[in-house]
């Protein structure tokens, strides 16, 4: 009888600390460490948190929908993992894809490496994933600044067409795309940048991403503050290893 006792209590702290191991895992996430050869290993958190500012050096799409799975569903994201903001743009620093919670109706697809705006001919290029996207949700823009090489561009899609696409490289002083007519938003803030002469040389910078980011789809600096808003998570994956030819301009 006493070793029956005895078993009965070893049995229970053993499935105790089963229990606690797995409800500790879910709380902290877990470690994305083999899923990609390309990429170091992150740590995923899932506990859900506010949103974080982003926008400088970084690359980025706003589709206007708060369905995140959909996104990830439609991107064929791979290895996909649950994350909170602070990890999940962590990861898209690194080379993976943030599908981020949704702020008033809007979700961001965050990775500072993706193909930049030049990057046409390839399958992820942001303008024919925004064009994909827009086939769906209607509207999906692309937006992407990175102070170094001084590249700064962006793009708009509407119901299946990418209506404008503007990116300039500061670094060798080139146009890398200039499709479609300006827009309104564009016009009424002085974001002209196409056909000019050499002696009324305007060039574009980060502020005018983030303006125009703002005006277009939401802000991604919270300028409004914390407060305004609600904790979350979104997905952290990444794309077939195969389609991974990242032409990208950008560098850290």
């Known amino acids: 009888m006493k070793y029956i006792i005895l078993l009965v209590i070893t049995s229970i702290v053993i499935l105790s600390l089963i229990h606690f191991r797995n409800k500790n895992n879910k709380q902290t996430g877990s470690s994305i460490d083999s899923i990609d050869s390309s990429l170091e290993p992150?740590?995923?958190?899932?506990?859900?948190?506010?949103?974080?500012?982003?926008?400088?050096?970084?690359?980025?799409?706003?589709?206007?929908?708060?369905?995140?799975?959909?996104?990830?569903?439609?991107?064929?994201?791979?290895?996909v993992q649950i994350s909170n903001w602070n990890s999940g743009l962590e990861g898209a620093n690194m080379g993976y894809y943030f599908i981020s919670p949704p702020i008033n109706g809007w979700t961001f697809v965050v990775n500072s490496r993706m193909p930049d705006i030049s990057s046409e001919n390839s399958s992820m290029s942001p303008i024919t994933i925004i064009t994909h996207l827009s086939e769906r949700f209607n509207e999906a823009y692309y937006f992407g600044t990175h102070r170094v090489v001084e590249y700064h561009a962006w793009a708009k899609a509407i119901n299946g067409r990418c209506i404008r696409s503007f990116g300039f490289l500061g670094e060798t002083g080139e146009v890398l795309?200039?499709?479609?007519?300006?827009?309104?938003?564009e016009i009424d803030n002085n974001l002209i940048f196409s056909n000019q002469s050499e002696d009324e040389l305007n060039s574009p910078n980060e502020e005018d991403v983030l303006l125009l980011a703002k005006l277009w789809s939401q802000d991604t600096q919270l300028e409004e503050g914390q407060s305004r808003y609600i904790k979350g998570t979104g997905f952290v994956g990444t794309i077939k290893e195969e389609n991974r030819k990242n032409t990208s301009l950008l560098r850290s």
């Open 42 to 79: 992150i740590q995923i958190n899932s506990v859900p948190d506010l949103p974080a500012a982003f926008g400088y050096k970084n690359q980025w799409i706003a589709i206007k929908t708060a369905d995140t799975k959909a996104i990830v569903d439609e991107l064929n994201l791979k290895n």
């Open 177 to 185: 795309i200039d499709n479609g007519d300006l827009t309104q938003e």
